[in-house]
């Protein structure tokens, strides 16, 4: 094998990765190619002359085809005028005879002389239309003779005609005679009209019979022309490719021709590692590449100039005589070795070699590539892996790392077999065998975390079951590590055991809920006390002055004061109400239990009792809109919820101002709705205010315990309803209250839980 004029191989092309391309023996393949490529183009070229020839003779044929079928449908449109000419010629014929009749009517009706000369006119022109109808059949046998009848029948029609007008000269009031002719006339006239009947009928099947033949003429030529046209074009596009095909080809033989002359060429300028060629026998540099002059530093004239022990390490050298021996007889090589650059710079590279003949000497070509980062970066791996491995088996937390498609444990540190109580070798056996330690009330909820966050970064808090049955909770980080691609091939996790924190946040929250709790009695027993300490002191004052009083009082003086008894006695019964019926709600035994209730009586009397009650000055508005009254409901959490929201809207409400109070039913509920023009609620506290002993910040002065409304709520869910508020500050409130209208018959009973 000859590469450019220097060097030859013995052997077949060698297999160097970085050389792309195959190196042929000698010039004569490309010969024997070239001969087979004009043996086949001279075929394709006889093939393209045939190709060309039939296409040009089937374009010829369809022409002329084509010419034919066109003269013929124009002589068929010849013969269609003339059937047309001819059936029109006929029916001149008889207009005119008709022509003659109606101006012989016309003339014996009214006697008027120009009658008469349109009459002698039609007479006249007959005989001229029906010669000129013979001939336009006399290539018609058939119409000839149907003309033949045809025109004694006209001229016996034309005679009576005439003798009607001569025997109207002659007497013209004899009408009979008259009559006569005409009926006479009458039964001519239809058997002309039957002539004239077949007449049109054969015209029409010549005419029929030409467009078929001039429909069936159309489409043979249509179908011709696509044929041939489309084979035309078959051809020619076989042509084409043919041509095509051939210039392809040898621009592809030609191109090649040039890439293997300039691959030759540049066999060492373009590789990209350093290349060169030595002499096995005193080891002499024969050849050598760009690359590996700008690698070693040397220029070309030094590497020619000097051996292959030249850029060896000195202590290496002997090794390097022991083994050319063996190098002549191998064909390729790969090996290890360090260089030594012009600078005195040590490198490791890669060596791959092959044996060949230079110039007719025995000789290597060799390719060296600088492994030497390489070589550093996987020095540096093996340091870096000692230390994670030092680190991750002296820390307290559990790394993992585990294969992102096989779920393979690639690595697990020694923590796991200190916090999950089991040795590593199980995890690596079987890597979900960790879910057997979970705990079964967290269990599901692990696994569905797993595979909802695949690939996904998560945390996640759950419970283990240690062989000894101590249970310990764990903290787990896991995240996904990418390649350079961008993908995801493994998957890493941090598990940290955490029972100790979890049992300081135990505790800590006991502390907290114990501190709420009793900050929570303190505030509930300050409001209770103090709450009930108003209405009491009424009532002492109250009981004093009645017993101090004198018989002299008047009895309004004393209603006064039994009215202010009576009032602060409800509200003390009002306030009870609330802490028991809350307290119940808390502990899930506030029973529910409906019966019939009218709506409008029952708001009807709560108002008043409330009226009377609070003897609040303001207007009450009460309107009702049921359709209907009798729901079924619980009366006295019903009471309690109307009461505390007509209560608010009378405390947080000017005296002047006005409390719509409605009552409507819509969609199977009962609807509630009562409206103040009051100081309003701001919205970022209208979700705490059904919360209990919370009240708005804007109330000023105003006395309250802050359980009205959360009384309101529950009651209203017992019911299965809902509440809703619509409030602005400085306006006014309003509360709507949704109720089913209906529940089952009978008594029925829910807890709140």
């Not at 249509?222 to 210039?247: D, E, M, N, P």
């Not at 293997?260 to 096995?280: G, I, K």
């Not at 090589?333 to 060949?356: N, Q, W």
């Not at 000894?468 to 980080?477: G, T």
Request: with cysteine; glycine share 4%; net charge neutral.
């Amino acid at each position: 094998m000859v590469i450019g004029n220097y060097f030859s191989i013995p052997h077949s092309p060698f297999p160097i990765p970085h050389f792309p391309f195959p190196i042929p023996h000698s010039p004569f393949p490309i010969f024997f190619t070239i001969q087979a490529l004009h043996m086949k183009w001279s075929l394709e070229r006889k093939i393209i002359a045939v190709g060309f020839g039939l296409a040009v003779l089937i374009i010829a044929i369809v022409n002329i085809i084509s010419y034919q079928n066109t003269d013929k449908l124009f002589a068929r449109e010849r013969q269609l005028e003339y059937s047309y000419e001819v059936i029109q010629k006929v029916r001149d014929v008889l207009t005119t005879v008709r022509d003659a009749e109606k101006a012989r009517r016309s003339y014996i009706t009214t006697g008027n002389n120009s009658y008469l000369e349109t009459y002698n006119t039609a007479i006249q022109s007959v005989e001229a239309k029906l010669t000129d109808a013979q001939r336009a059949t006399t290539n018609n046998p058939t119409q000839q003779q149907r003309l033949d009848i045809l025109k004694p029948l006209i001229a016996q029609r034309v005679s009576l005609l005439k003798q009607s007008i001569d025997f109207y000269k002659r007497n013209k009031s004899n009408t009979a005679i008259q009559l006569y002719f005409t009926d006479k006339s009458i039964t001519i006239q239809d058997q002309i009209w039957q002539i004239i009947t077949q007449l049109e009928k054969e015209e029409q099947s010549l005419v029929q019979r030409h467009q078929a033949r001039s429909d069936a003429s159309f489409r043979f030529l249509i179908i011709a022309k696509i044929t041939g046209y489309w084979v035309s074009f078959a051809l020619l596009f076989i042509v084409y490719s043919l041509l095509h095909r051939q210039i392809s080809t040898r621009q592809q033989l030609e191109d090649t021709l040039r890439e293997s002359q300039q691959r030759y060429r540049n066999l060492f300028e373009v590789n990209p590692h350093p290349l060169w060629v030595y002499d096995l026998e005193n080891l002499n540099f024969l050849a050598v590449n760009e690359v590996a002059i700008k690698q070693y530093g040397y220029s070309q004239s030094e590497f020619l100039s000097m051996t292959i022990k030249d850029i060896r390490p000195p202590e290496e050298v002997p090794a390097l005589l022991d083994r050319i021996p063996g190098l002549r007889w191998a064909d390729k090589r790969f090996a290890t070795r360090r260089h030594k650059k012009r600078d005195g710079t040590e490198i490791d590279v890669e060596i791959t070699s092959h044996e060949l003949t230079f110039k007719g000497r025995p000789a290597r070509l060799v390719l060296a590539r600088d492994i030497t980062q390489q070589k550093q970066a996987q020095s540096a791996l093996a340091a870096s892996e000692e230390k994670f491995r030092q680190i991750a088996e002296n820390i307290h937390e559990i790394f993992w790392m585990r294969d992102a498609k096989s779920d393979i444990v690639l690595y697990v540190n020694p923590a796991y077999e200190k916090i999950w109580g089991r040795s590593c070798e199980s995890l690596y056996i079987n890597p979900q065998s960790f879910l057997d330690a979970v705990h079964p009330e967290d269990k599901s909820r692990v696994i569905a975390n797993l595979e909802n966050n695949i690939k996904k970064e998560f945390e996640i808090e759950y419970r283990i079951v240690r062989p000894d049955d101590s249970v310990r909770w764990v903290w787990e980080h896991s995240f996904p590590i990418k390649n350079r691609l961008g993908k995801i091939y493994r998957r890493a996790v941090v598990t940290q055991d955490i029972t100790e924190r979890k049992r300081a946040e135990e505790v800590q929250r006991n502390l907290e809920k114990e501190l709420e709790l009793n900050e929570l009695k303190i505030r509930f027993f300050s409001m209770v006390s103090h709450e009930f300490r108003t209405p009491l002191s009424t009532i002492l004052i109250s009981a004093q002055v009645l017993e101090n009083s004198n018989k002299e009082w008047s009895e309004e003086k004393k209603l006064k004061n039994l009215h202010r008894i009576q009032s602060s006695a409800k509200t003390m019964t009002q306030l009870l109400t609330d802490i028991l019926t809350l307290t119940r709600a808390e502990a899930g035994k506030l029973e529910f239990r409906p019966q019939p209730l009218d709506l409008e009586d029952f708001c009807f009397s709560l108002l008043e009792e409330i009226k009377f009650s609070t003897r609040a000055e303001k207007d009450i508005l009460f309107v009702s809109k049921c359709s209907q009254r009798i729901a079924w409901m619980d009366e006295r959490m019903l009471r309690s919820i109307v009461t505390n929201l007509v209560d608010n809207a009378i405390k947080y409400s000017p005296d002047d101002s006005q409390i719509y109070f409605t009552l409507a039913d819509e969609s199977g509920q009962a609807i509630f709705q009562i409206q103040d023009q009051g100081i309003g609620i701001c919205q970022e506290e209208e979700e705490q205010l059904y919360q209990a002993f919370q009240r708005g910040e804007n109330v000023g002065d105003v006395t309250g315990t802050g359980l009205g409304l959360a009384v309101v709520k529950k009651c209203v869910e017992l019911h299965g309803g809902s509440i809703k508020l619509e409030s602005k500050v400085g306006v006014g409130t309003t509360f709507t209250v949704k109720i089913p209208w209906k529940s089952d018959l009978g008594e029925v009973k829910r807890s709140l839980h």
